[in-house]
């Protein structure tokens, strides 16, 4: 096993930056090496994060990519959209490792990406062999690849409840998703918009029918199945801390039984640390801090129709805790190291 990796984290003030660099700090494998931000001053990283004083001497500086390069073996790119795509051309020709958090590379197909994200792809040349960071589905293409395309928080549940079923082809009809997720999920720059809002004591839905990770999730499950996937995605924000919680419709081609469908999860999922298939519905509570992805079902009295639920941490599994998970299966390394 390799020890003493240099990371990189290139976004390191936003939320899931913070959140890299906590779990980071307690990997018994890597070293924090460089740590940049894009903001035009930087700020000594000490004062951005005080609990983290005593824990590194790495402190959060102008991006420079050439140093970058120099003091780091393995990058996390916590870059806003469009940005990744100008710096890992240079990562990977360097011979470097990536994780990239932004959705740069998460759609193979560039006229999708230029709609969701009103800009050409800049970079096709990596974006074809770069995997996509779902380990509990991608695990071996993930342990080929120099590139990985972390997913997106609501992808990340959303993917993760309905896979096994679409995979088994089960469903048939639309298939109707209603997720909410902490404020923390929009980003650091939105949650600082919002911060004259009573966030706590406030719900709201946004971006019916053409939030920018309906086509992730399309893409992933109709390889699955396939075929086209009949999908309506509704997130909402909540006023809570953290996570993400997604209540999924569905309807079975046939009459099903609770130990068909339980069979199905645990067949796919057997080999899976951080899915845990619950006998109940799933409680937000006991998955945020942590990276497990908690699933649950129920069926009607026909047997052909269900509710799935499925929760993550938005900011863990649906993000850092994933990117981590991400790295540490392209190394060679358990899965769970720095994670549990």
Not at 293 to 299: E, S, T, V, Y
Request: hydrophobic share 40%.
């Amino acid at each position: 096993m390799s020890k003493g990796v240099k990371v990189a984290i290139l976004g390191a003030t936003g939320f899931t930056g913070e959140k890299l660099v906590e779990i980071l700090l307690g990997h018994s494998q890597v070293e924090i090496a460089y740590l940049a931000s894009r903001t035009p001053k930087a700020v000594a990283y000490t004062t951005l994060f005080p609990n983290f004083i005593g824990k590194t001497e790495a402190i959060c500086e102008p991006l420079d990519i050439k140093k970058a390069l120099e003091k780091s073996d393995f990058f996390f790119l916590s870059l806003p959209h469009t940005v990744s795509m100008e710096f890992v051309p240079s990562l990977i020709e360097a011979g470097k490792r990536v994780v990239d958090l932004s959705a740069d590379y998460r759609l193979k197909d560039i006229a999708l990406y230029q709609k969701y994200y009103n800009t050409s792809h800049k970079d096709q040349k990596n974006l074809k062999g770069a995997a996509y960071g779902l380990a509990e589905v991608y695990h071996q293409e993930i342990a080929k690849s120099n590139l990985v395309a972390n997913p997106g928080c609501y992808p990340t549940s959303i993917i993760l409840a309905l896979f096994p079923l679409v995979k088994g082809g089960v469903l048939e009809g639309e298939i109707i998703v209603d997720s909410k997720s902490a404020i923390s999920g929009a980003g650091r720059k939105t949650a600082l918009e919002c911060k004259d809002m009573d966030v706590p004591n406030n719900f709201w839905a946004y971006k019916p029918f053409i939030h920018q990770h309906t086509p992730e999730i399309l893409s992933v499950l109709g390889q699955a199945s396939g075929k086209s996937i009949d999908l309506s995605f509704t997130p909402h924000v909540a006023g809570m801390k953290a996570g993400i919680y997604s209540t999924i419709y569905i309807n079975f081609n046939k009459k099903v039984s609770k130990e068909e469908i339980e069979s199905i999860y645990q067949k796919h999922y057997s080999g899976s640390p951080f899915v845990r298939i619950k006998e109940d519905l799933p409680k937000l509570g006991d998955v945020v801090g942590t990276n497990f992805c908690d699933i649950g079902f129920a069926l009607d009295s026909s047997g052909k129709k269900g509710v799935l639920v499925s929760c993550i941490d938005n900011l863990i599994k649906g993000a850092a805790g994933s990117a981590v998970q991400n790295m540490n299966i392209m190394l060679g390394w358990d899965e769970t190291l720095g994670l549990k």
